[in-house]
């Protein structure tokens, strides 16, 4: 019986691999800003088309490659990162598998120009699904520039599965953050569709929040920073009170690397208990520097997931760390001495004593005559459910009638804004009268009402 096993060609281990790493556009964009990053650019410009489907191009002013190096990163498992399984535990760099650029040119048309200082002209590369078309000499600045277009030309079945451009605009503008964030050191420029969408000059990490999320950003940031002999810890958590019911302005950065960790998040989220509503969720946005042997970021071909050589001791110090500095805000003392007093009082004559209520009630009622003598009241005829309300007619306005003797009282609480009694209530005959000058008897549906004046 004949062999069956066989090794893939190339260009189709290449789109399989391509599966893992390149999901969308936005993936592209990762990928290739993460090397402009790990070539020492100081300056990167992303160019998009259609959202990506058209074009996404990175450009930097980095260390260049080569016209060998150039060749040999678009092979797969060709890296300048890592030389033997050691270095995979001692990572410094964003990118170390060697598939990125070898996945990308599979299912794309790209176009590659790089130059090194010290080279007086640079290099250019054409490749169309995993086959080099060409490769020549040419003028270009020192840096690279990597130019992919028709993504997923010849993989139908992922183009269809795309989302609008909205959407996939939308990803690549949060790869962007992800990368713009980690280095503030770097200039970063995006233009989406001939339109400049950011233009993030260098600057600290808080401004480097402020111009991505906007100026009002400022005010919700509350530092924090712990450094122990496991971790350092440095960034920022929003204020409590502008939680969101979204998760969207949470980042966590190891090593300068973006990841998730559903465990870690739950140190964040911890670390605000009892602070937060039900459903609501606080911004961070926390850098940690880790010893590189003590984490493992070899998971998964994205590099977003990271295992820790102490987890629990990590988690403790994290929400320690939030704790402390939420509560730093909490008490600390806001003082302005420019604020007008008059502001803390809302009433406008606030210097004025404050006025008993008055209240006027029939003297000669008695509510155990009979009905045909209660009938002969004249002042009975009109009552009704407004009547309750004279019971406080009468409040003491400057520069009114003095209250007469024996029928005042006072309150002890603030005045009822809502209905006292129910709408059934409200529909008997409310009768009021005296005792003594000093008690006040309502009849009402469950029985009397007596108030101690």
Not at 429 to 434: G, R
């Amino acid at each position: 019986m004949a062999d069956i096993i066989q090794l893939l060609p190339d260009h189709v281990a290449n789109q399989i691999a391509a599966g893992e790493v390149v999901q969308r556009p936005a993936s592209v964009v990762k990928e290739l800003m993460e090397n402009a990053i790990d070539a020492g650019a100081t300056e990167i410009r992303l160019i998009v088309k259609n959202a990506g489907k058209i074009l996404i191009q990175i450009v930097d002013n980095g260390i260049g490659m080569s016209t060998t190096d150039a060749r040999l990163s678009l092979e797969r498992h060709a890296t300048s990162k890592i030389r033997s399984a050691d270095d995979l535990f001692n990572i410094h760099t964003k990118g170390f598998r060697g598939e990125a650029l070898a996945s990308i040119a599979a299912i794309a048309h790209l176009e590659m120009k790089s130059r090194r200082t010290d080279d007086e002209v640079g290099t250019s590369i054409i490749v169309e699904g995993s086959k080099v078309l060409s490769q020549e000499a040419a003028v270009t600045p020192v840096g690279t520039s990597v130019s992919v277009k028709n993504l997923f030309y010849n993989v139908p079945a992922r183009r269809n599965f795309l989302k609008s451009d909205q959407v996939e605009l939308r990803h690549i503008i949060d790869e962007f953050h992800r990368v713009a964030m980690a280095h503030s050191n770097v200039e970063f420029k995006f233009h989406h569709n001939e339109s400049e969408l950011f233009n993030l000059p260098l600057s600290n990490i808080r401004q480097r929040i402020v111009n991505i999320f906007g100026g009002k950003t400022n005010e919700k940031l509350v530092p924090v920073k712990e450094e122990t002999e496991m971790v350092k810890i440095e960034g920022f958590v929003g204020k409590p009170e502008f939680s969101k019911k979204t998760r969207g302005e949470q980042f966590f950065f190891v090593n300068d690397r973006f990841i998730k960790s559903p465990y870690l998040n739950h140190a964040v989220s911890s670390a605000y208990e009892g602070l937060l509503k039900d459903g609501y969720h606080a911004s961070y946005f926390l850098f940690l520097k880790v010893d590189p042997q003590s984490i493992d970021v070899n998971i998964h071909p994205t590099k977003t997931e990271i295992k820790f050589e102490d987890e629990h001791s990590l988690y403790a110090i994290l929400r320690s760390s939030i704790k402390h500095s939420l509560g730093q805000f909490s008490i600390a003392p806001v003082l302005d001495f420019e604020r007008d007093s008059n502001m803390d009082t809302p009433y406008a004559f606030k210097n004025k004593d404050v006025s008993q209520p008055r209240i006027e009630v029939d003297k000669d009622y008695n509510p155990f005559r009979s009905k045909s003598e209660q009938a002969s009241k004249s002042w009975q005829k009109s009552a009704s459910a407004g009547q309750w309300e004279s019971l406080y007619v009468g409040l003491r306005s400057e520069g009114g009638d003095q209250q007469k003797e024996g029928s005042s009282f006072e309150f002890e609480s603030d005045a009822l804004t809502s209905p006292l009694f129910g709408e059934e209530d409200t529909k008997l005959e409310l009768k009021t009268f005296q005792i003594h000058n000093k008690f006040i008897v309502k009849a009402i549906k469950s029985g009397l009402l007596v108030i101690n004046q």
